[in-house]
């Protein structure tokens, strides 16, 4: 007896060699851009599935874009006439119950200030004015606080909506709001931010930090816990980003800031894109397996520590390229991958 216990004495002491237990990732998310291509409720349903047999826990709904918005606005019937399928309130918190018995929270995706041509189309149509910026109709010009209204007006409906669908985080997008060259004729937003914060050394960029923090300030009165947006657009400037809103990180371009928690959104591996002439060498199931885990930015180097998860990502770029069957074809071998190694934090 008395050997026995030296024995298993001798093996509790070598128990540092024992591989620690992994702490799952808290974000392990899909992303589905249902704004360009209408997926029947019946399909999400079918992803939602597979998303949960895969390790995920959230869905990610980008229901609004430059070529569409997909779910009905009671307050604004007139937004979605142009749209061929649109998902009713209805439906949304039909579908957020459905996933939250598999595990999976609904996170609506709004994008602002750029990615809204449509949106903005509609509400010029609707009113005889534009809210778009001169120099993009693709973007929200945000020192017109009538603009600004009118889209805080919708991020509250929708917002109202997915909390009663379950949901507790938003994504606020951020990305791709002017190409470089374009940031220097935004030169209202910097003469609004000037004015609003009494300090003639903000620039147009400052001005944009600035509607991000409201608009996360924002939803988190409703009553959200977390915000998300993009890192492609960040860069220094005076005013700085909310250390609360999570980046999701899609592209080597832009700055991270320092105290921000860090989602692995990575284009090169983690995006499938409808579009024929468009794909990523490392977006197939053996690359994703061999090369990609959460903490792998390609060549950035990202404590760990600030890595909060991943999300693998479904851009439907041109719509009729794929029927929702092949793209669910086209899909679930990466969504595999992706789940078998969302959880592993090291780089092999």
């Known amino acids: 007896m008395r050997m026995v216990k030296l024995v298993l004495t ?20 899909l992303l589905l851009d249902c704004a360009r291509k209408y997926y029947s409720i019946e399909w999400i349903e079918q992803m939602i599935d597979h998303l949960a047999r895969n ?84 973007c929200l010009d945000i020192s017109n606080e009538k603009g600004v209204a009118f889209i805080r007006s919708l991020y ?12 507790t985080q938003f994504d606020l997008g951020g990305d791709e709001v002017f190409p470089d060259h374009v940031w220097k004729k935004a030169g209202s937003w ?42 492609d657009q960040l860069r220094k400037g005076h005013i700085p980003l909310d250390t609360d809103i999570d980046i999701a990180y899609w592209t080597i371009k832009g700055d991270l800031p320092a105290n921000n928690k860090v ?3 990575l284009n090169f591996y983690l995006y499938y894109i409808l579009d024929p002439d468009l794909s990523y060498m490392g977006g197939d199931p053996g690359s994703i397996e061999r090369e990609w885990t959460p903490v792998f930015f390609l060549n950035k180097k ?29 899909v679930l071998p990466n969504l595999e991958a992706w789940g078998h190694k969302c959880t592993t934090r090291n780089k092999n």
């Open 302 to 330: 990202i404590d760990e520590s600030r890595i909060s998860g991943s999300a693998y990502c479904i851009w439907s770029d041109i719509p009729d390229t794929q029927t929702e069957q092949e793209v669910m074809q086209g």
């Open 190 to 231: 910097q003469t609004m931010i000037e004015k609003k914060k009494h300090d003639d050394r903000l620039s147009a960029y400052d001005a944009f930090v600035d509607f991000i923090n409201e608009n996360n300030n924002f939803m988190k009165s409703l009553g959200y816990t977390s915000c998300r947006m993009f890192n």
């Open 156 to 167: 509250e409906e929708y917002g109202k909506l997915f909390l009663k669908a379950g949901s």
């Open 55 to 138: 390790n995920g826990n959230e869905l990610i709904l980008h229901f609004s874009e430059n070529e569409g918005c997909r779910i009905e606005s009671e307050q604004y019937p007139w937004l979605t006439d142009r749209m061929n399928g649109v998902y009713s309130q209805e439906e949304i918190i039909r579908l957020g119950q459905y996933a939250r018995k598999r595990g999976i929270e609904l996170i609506p995706s709004f994008d602002a200030p750029g990615h809204l041509q449509y949106v903005l189309a509609q509400y010029k149509e609707q009113y005889g004015e534009s809210i778009a910026m001169d120099c993009s109709e693709k």
């Open 263 to 265: 989602l692995n959104y």
């Open 10 to 29: 001798w093996i509790l002491s070598l128990s540092f060699l024992w591989p620690a237990s992994v702490k799952p990732y808290e974000h392990n998310g």
